[in-house]
């Protein structure tokens, strides 16, 4: 299994001064945490944070941290980010061995949607879970899921149960869940509701005069400077 490799410093004290010295050193502040042990303050390199981040998978990989020279692995748990540039300003991970069992949320991908009848013929892919959340092993947390829109026309739906989860992997959702479906284009669905519309006012002219008719982390790191 391929793991994030990061190098981290310990650091001492916390709050909004500190984080914001950290940050002007083009480094963001971070804890590691579980596992019974104390909570270990550390400083990342913004940059190494930022281009695992947008690597893909930063949250269902586990990353080797080393901290002066001790490795620490964990599973990161939450990044907070920039309101303006998106940069991160500060993350949290949770240490795991190779046993541990956790809940965390899997991303969803579609394949095959040029061989979608419905999509072929104007329909719209409508997402209904964007990510499922599985309780698994850190060390083999699935990268994405997978669901396949071959063959499916306008109408058509997928449920949870059409994925294949690994072995052990369980989740949260009843597996009758919908997860996505195959909608009729939006033009379609606006000249079916006009017409409606227009039925229903040559209605209520035809009865004119009848009566009677009638919706973690350390506080005050994160913020933004």
């Keep these: 299994m391929e793991k994030i490799q990061l190098q981290a410093q310990a650091r001492e004290g916390a709050g909004k001064g500190v984080a914001r010295a950290i ?3 083009k480094q963001i502040p971070a804890v590691i945490y579980g596992d019974g042990k104390e909570p270990a303050l550390i400083t990342l390199e913004g940059k190494e944070v930022f281009k695992a981040l947008h690597s893909g998978g930063f949250f269902t990989q586990v990353c080797d941290i080393e901290v002066d020279g001790n490795k620490h692995l964990v599973l990161a748990r939450d990044v907070q980010l920039h309101p303006v540039t998106d940069l991160p300003l500060h993350a949290d991970f949770i ?4 046993k541990t069992k956790i809940w965390v949320n899997v991303p969803v991908h579609a394949i095959n949607e040029e061989k979608s009848p419905g999509l072929d013929r104007g329909g719209l892919l409508n997402m209904v879970m964007h990510e499922i959340e599985l309780f698994c092993r850190a060390t083999t947390i699935p990268e994405s ?3 396949d829109l071959e063959g499916l026309d306008i109408g ?10 690994p072995e052990g992997v369980e989740a949260s959702a009843d597996m009758d869940a919908t997860v996505a479906t195959i909608a009729a284009p939006a ?7 006009g017409e409606e519309g227009e039925e229903g006012e040559e209605g209520v002219e035809g009865e004119e005069g009848v009566e009677g008719e009638g919706e973690t982390a350390e506080a005050g790191e994160a913020d933004s400077e």
């Design 187 to 193: 033009a379609v669905r606006s000249a079916g509701k």
């Design 145 to 147: 899921l997978t669901i």
């Design 23 to 25: 940050r002007r050193e």
């Design 95 to 98: 240490r795991v061995t190779e």
């Design 156 to 165: 058509d739906s997928i449920q949870l149960n059409a994925i294949k989860l």
